[in-house]
């Protein structure tokens, strides 16, 4: 017999929140945030058959909702507290749940996040993460914060996500697109000493426009220092390679500006943030991204990912 809405929820969705003051089974939570703090709030939404195949594994896909959340607290510099879950399931496929259970609490887990509700509707495939996390007041970091003469700097690496939707069968590219890792450190590291950030979710020209158009400011960034997913070593198609890298979504790395007098200090983060850091360019008075290659020629910038796109 299939377990009842109530089941799963007890079965798979109730966990301990000792830090929330109510956590999941009344008809709301309850939390209090720190002394000092601000509450940071993003959702987004995940459906079958736009951003993942019918077929794809529970378990990465319920690491990849979480993460995708916990990639926009890191691009605020807020720290992830907790979450909530809206599910939508075609039927009470407790393998399916169980591993999506699994995935989502293994990074919930390792980001210190707790589950404090949600809500569970039997229905086309979809899933919903609202996060809420918590930033000193006056310190979250805006899209509107770059100035003239900021550095731009990119963590990690750029275009595997986009690479794997290509080339399922490698496997550095799929772990990108399929299990991003969220960079929650660097956010909190970036609090004092980044001006504006983002995180690449539709790929790097188009979230960086983001960031230009908040600030009215424009960019020169240097194709040649852009770091790429190792997997291109492989691929030797450069076409291909600056497509991924320009306008692959899913990345989830984080793009920042920063004065230059804040150079030094950032350089040294990479250690404790996890991750490598590359200053790829310069934030300029003005308008519009120009992208150069190794040359000096202008690189016409790719379309990133729209969800209206004809
Ligand atoms: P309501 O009728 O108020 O919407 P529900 O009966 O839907 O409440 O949910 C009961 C409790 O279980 C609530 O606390 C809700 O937040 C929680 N909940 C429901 N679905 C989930 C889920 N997928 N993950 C976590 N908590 C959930
Ligand atoms: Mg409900």
């Known amino acids: ?13 109730e966990r301990p929140a000792p830090s ?18 601000e509450l940071a709030v993003s959702t987004d939404l995940l459906l079958e058959g736009r951003h993942f195949r ?9 690491h990849k909702a ?34 999506f259970a699994d995935g989502f609490f293994a990074l919930a887990q390792r980001f210190g996040v707790e589950l404090i509700g949600g809500d569970t509707t039997r229905g086309p495939r979809s899933i919903c993460v609202c996060i809420l996390g918590e930033v000193p007041a006056g310190k979250a970091l805006r899209r509107s914060g770059a100035r003239p003469g900021d550095d731009l700097w990119v963590s990690g ?24 890792e969220p960079r929650v450190a660097l956010g909190e590291l970036l609090r004092d000493r980044a001006s504006a950030a983002i ?25 040649e220092l852009l ?19 320009l306008a692959g979504g899913d990345d989830y ?36 991204l120009v992208v150069l290659d190794g040359e000096g020629r202008e690189i016409a910038p790719p379309r990133g990912y729209d969800h209206f796109a004809p």
């Open 1 to 13: 017999m299939q377990p009842s809405e109530f089941e799963i929820i007890r079965r798979y969705f």
């Open 20 to 37: 929330a003051l109510l956590g999941v089974g009344d008809d709301a939570a309850l939390v209090r945030l720190g002394e000092g703090m």
């Open 54 to 62: 019918p077929d794809a594994d529970a378990r990465k896909l319920g």
């Open 66 to 99: 979480l993460a995708v959340n916990l990639s926009d607290m890191a691009a605020m510099g807020a720290s992830p507290r907790w979450a909530t879950l809206a599910l939508g399931l075609p039927e009470a496929d407790e393998a399916w749940i169980g591993s």
């Open 157 to 180: 690496r750029l275009g595997g996500a986009a690479l794997g939707l290509l080339r399922p069968g490698n496997a550095e590219a799929a772990r990108r697109l399929h299990e991003p």
């Open 199 to 223: 995180d690449v979710s539709d790929g790097f020209c188009q979230d960086l426009g983001h960031i230009l158009e908040r600030s009215r400011c424009g960019a020169t960034v240097h194709y």
């Open 227 to 245: 770091p790429k997913c190792a997997a291109f070593a492989g691929v030797q198609d450069v076409a291909l390679e600056r497509r991924c890298v």
């Open 253 to 288: 790395e984080l793009v920042f500006s920063a004065p230059p007098a804040a150079r030094q200090d950032i350089a040294k983060l990479a250690a404790s943030a996890g991750t490598d850091l590359a200053r790829v360019g310069a934030i300029r008075a003005g308008e519009g």
